[in-house]
């Protein structure tokens, strides 16, 4: 089993930032890549970016490139989510879950934080 807890989200003004953070626990968290997704109102749930713990494999979607950074801190079980210039189509809860390695389909989810960027 893997545990996920998300927290950092909040509100915040167009060209704001916030960090996003996901402590994990469990005794296989370590077998899993980390990926943040995020769900607007309405709409799917949908891929942000994603880490292994070594810092390999790190991946974003298009619209969020230039802008988030993901980051790892083994010796805390966190992954970040750093979110710079942020807009308000970035506005949607966001969750972190552990990816399968092989087929990097999300095994387990958090419970989600929600973003929301406003003025």
């Known amino acids: 089993q893997v545990q996920l807890v998300e927290s950092g989200g909040g509100l915040v003004q167009p060209g704001g930032s916030l960090r996003l953070s996901c402590a994990a626990s469990?005794?296989?968290?370590?077998?899993?890549?980390i990926g943040w997704f995020r769900q607007a109102p309405g709409e799917e749930r949908m891929f942000v970016s994603s880490?292994?713990?070594?810092?390999?494999?790190?991946y974003y979607t298009d619209s969020v490139k230039g802008r988030f950074t993901i980051s790892t801190d083994n010796a805390k079980n966190t992954v970040y989510l750093q979110m710079n210039s942020l807009k308000p189509e970035d506005t949607a809860v966001y969750y972190c879950?552990?990816?399968?390695?092989?087929?990097?389909?999300?095994?387990?989810w958090g419970q989600g934080t929600q973003v929301t960027v406003s003025s």
């Open positions: 880490t292994g713990w070594t810092g390999d494999n790190t």
């Open positions: 879950a552990a990816l399968d390695t092989t087929s990097w389909v999300p095994n387990y």
């Open positions: 469990g005794r296989t968290f370590g077998n899993y890549a």
